[in-house]
């Protein structure tokens, strides 16, 4: 199909096109990498509006594909560093810079801050609850 596209010899024929097309033949392999990168984006943006940072890990169990997705932005972002060959826009910084992206991750992850705050919540709920059911 790509030969024919790009007006090469093929042995695909304009009539097996059509009988492919009939028979709903898909002639697109992988999703638009642009619609697929927004939708990893706003999967980050969710995070980072639940978590305050951008600090996915790479196994994250609630969404595994979002992990893998942050650690290919920082590595595009290194490519187009050095000059290399990188998917990494001005486009595509700006909007991880709006979120406050960690471009650089370290190997030490700081404590998951969502059940840090779960926990000073129910700290505080039992000591509000003690002064207010003290006997004295």
Same mark, same amino acid.
């Given at each position: 199909?790509?030969?024919?596209?790009?007006?090469?010899?093929?042995?695909?024929?304009?009539?097996?096109?059509?009988?492919?097309?009939?028979?709903?033949? /898909?002639? *697109?392999?992988?999703?638009?990498?642009?619609?697929?990168?927004?939708?990893? &984006?706003?999967?980050?943006?969710?995070? &980072?509006?639940?978590?305050?940072?951008?600090?996915?890990?790479?196994? &994250?169990?609630?969404? %595994?594909?979002?992990?893998?997705? *942050?650690?290919?932005?920082?590595?595009?972002?290194? #490519?187009?560093?050095?000059?290399?060959?990188? /998917?990494?826009?001005?486009?595509?910084?700006? %909007?991880?810079?709006?979120?406050?992206?960690?471009? %650089?991750?370290? %190997?030490?992850?700081?404590?998951?801050? /969502?059940?840090?705050? *779960?926990?000073?919540? *129910?700290?505080?709920?039992?000591?509000?609850? #003690?002064?207010?059911? #003290?006997?004295?």
């Amino acid at each position: 199909y790509h030969l024919l596209k790009n007006k090469k010899t093929t042995s695909l024929t304009d009539e097996r096109i059509n009988e492919l097309d009939t028979l709903g033949f /898909s002639w *697109v392999v992988r999703d638009d990498p642009e619609a697929t990168w927004n939708h990893r &984006y706003e999967d980050l943006y969710d995070y &980072y509006k639940d978590n305050g940072d951008c600090l996915v890990p790479q196994r &994250y169990d609630l969404n %595994k594909r979002l992990g893998t997705w *942050v650690n290919t932005q920082r590595r595009e972002y290194k #490519q187009l560093k050095k000059s290399l060959k990188s /998917s990494m826009t001005p486009a595509k910084i700006k %909007k991880l810079n709006y979120i406050n992206f960690t471009w %650089k991750s370290s %190997k030490k992850r700081p404590k998951n801050r /969502s059940l840090e705050r *779960v926990r000073n919540n *129910v700290h505080q709920e039992v000591d509000l609850y #003690q002064q207010q059911n #003290q006997r004295e």
